[in-house]
């Protein structure tokens, strides 16, 4: 039996940590492989690694053709699906999940409607009441064009999340460094935390992963005040009457703020970084 292994596929959904992977292993060698693997022809869709467990032990399994799928698009939708129904998802992998399966649907949906072609009347001949509005489409969306998950509420009750938990993860997902998506995903820092480190520099974020959770912890105090600090009522004594010169370079000074701002960030990277480093050293 030929089997082939899309390398993209194999990784669309996150893999299983060591610990899992070890007990799938001893559940394999003790009960054989019970699942049918899913194949669309040659393809292997689900059972990546009970197919990996078993040609490494030689343990036989079956396999089973699903006719569900017509592109790879189907293929992804259905593993979300599949996904989203097991327990063992951190609430970060369902919102992340959810917002693909958003996304799938929806570029499905306009590819769809900008297909449906207008009727051109014949020249010389107007349009009758009984002529069809569009031709070579059918009248509701095909398979797999479902109406996508458009509120956040929909996409929250689909993944079984707080409208406020997808908020956060859509945060996280755009602006998170790839170490802070990791530390996320690993339980080191919580969706909250996450959110507010994820509006810090890049290199800060990455430093503050390197430091470990307390440094983490910090960061996302930092990220909360420095947010807070504009909407701060301060009481300010009543304004010198001494105008200011005309030739004052206020766009000047505002840009000789934002360079010693961007410093002193770059500076605070730097320093976590140094301490992070002295901190796998002593270690």
């Not at 420095?226 to 105008?243: F, L, Q, S």
Request: aromatic content about 4%; glycine content about 4%; charged content about 25%.
């Amino acid at each position: 039996m030929n089997i082939v292994v899309n390398d993209e596929l194999k990784s669309y959904i996150d893999p299983l940590t060591p610990d899992e992977y070890a007990a799938l292993e001893r559940s394999l060698l003790a009960e054989g492989c019970r699942d049918a693997l899913v194949l669309w022809g040659d393809l292997l869709v689900d059972g990546h690694n009970r197919y990996g467990i078993c040609q490494k032990h030689g343990l036989p399994f079956q396999t089973v053709q699903s006719q569900l799928f017509n592109s790879l698009e189907d293929v992804h939708l259905w593993m979300i699906d599949q996904h989203l129904g097991r327990r063992s998802l951190s609430d970060f992998q369902r919102g992340v999940l959810a917002l693909r399966q958003r996304e799938i649907v929806a570029e499905r949906r306009a590819r769809w409607a900008s297909e449906m072609t207008p009727v051109t009347p014949e020249p010389g001949r107007a349009v009758r009441a009984d002529d069809a509005p569009w031709h070579d489409a059918p009248s509701a969306p095909p398979p797999g064009t479902a109406e996508p998950l458009k509120s956040r509420e929909a996409l929250a009750k689909a993944a079984r999340l707080s409208s406020s938990q997808v908020v956060l993860i859509e945060k996280i997902q755009k602006q998170a460094a790839p170490a802070l998506v990791g530390a996320v995903k690993s339980g080191a820092i919580s969706l909250n935390a996450a959110a507010a480190v994820a509006s810090l520099p890049p290199e800060e974020q990455e430093a503050a992963v390197a430091a470990g959770k307390e440094e983490l912890k910090l960061a996302a105090k930092r990220a909360r005040e420095a947010r807070r600090k504009p909407r701060e009522v301060e009481v300010v004594p009543e304004a010198d009457p001494t105008p200011v010169p005309a030739e004052a370079d206020v766009p000047g000074l505002q840009r000789q703020v934002q360079a010693l701002q961007a410093e002193n960030a770059a500076l605070r990277a730097q320093v976590l970084a140094l301490q992070a480093q002295l901190a796998r050293e002593a270690a």
